[in-house]
């Protein structure tokens, strides 16, 4: 699809169209579209994420929270599915699915929200090396990362779906 396209939609299909770009939240697409017409894909990448970003603490918390667990055991948004596959995710064995699903535990418990990592391009011995360092993190530095995660998975989502 290009920019153009995506400009001349309709305001309810464009909500339709990329209202899963943030992970159940369908008012960072519905905020991105007051923003049209973009001048490009970047530009349609920067509206996402300026809705993240000018949403409050409130707002980002919850879309943090509308993240699945990585490598967890429920349904999965389209897009997490596939990432979560490419990153291989979906063939975890018994041992390093344990892992994962203690790492979840502990960091959900210690930060309130789930493990976020962009993982398309990643393997599991990098997101369980990230896994690791980040759960030592402080609060507020882990709820940026959260975020700046949360960010990238736009981007990559975007450029999936939008001609550059």
């Not at 001349?8 to 579209?33: D, T, Y």
């Not at 291989?88 to 976020?116: H, K, V, W």
Request: hydrophobic share 50%.
């Amino acid at each position: 699809m290009t920019v153009d396209e995506v400009n001349a939609l309709p305001n309810a299909a464009f909500a339709a169209l990329f209202g899963m770009i943030a992970e159940h939240s369908q008012w960072v697409a519905e905020e991105a579209a007051t923003r049209r017409p973009f001048a490009g894909r970047e530009a349609m990448v920067a509206a996402f994420q300026a809705a993240v970003a000018g949403a409050g603490r409130d707002a980002q918390l919850a879309l943090l929270r509308q993240h699945p667990d990585l490598a967890g055991r429920a349904k999965l948004a389209e897009d997490s599915q596939r990432e979560q596959a490419g990153a291989g995710l979906d063939s975890l064995t018994a041992e390093e699915l344990e892992r994962f699903t203690r790492l979840n535990d502990l960091y959900r418990a210690r930060f309130g929200i789930p493990f976020i990592l962009a993982v398309k391009g990643a393997g599991k011995a990098e997101i369980l090396s990230a896994f690791e360092q980040r759960i030592a993190g402080g609060h507020e530095e882990e709820f940026a990362t959260a975020l700046a995660q949360v960010l990238r998975i736009i981007r990559f989502r975007i450029e999936d779906r939008v001609d550059g």
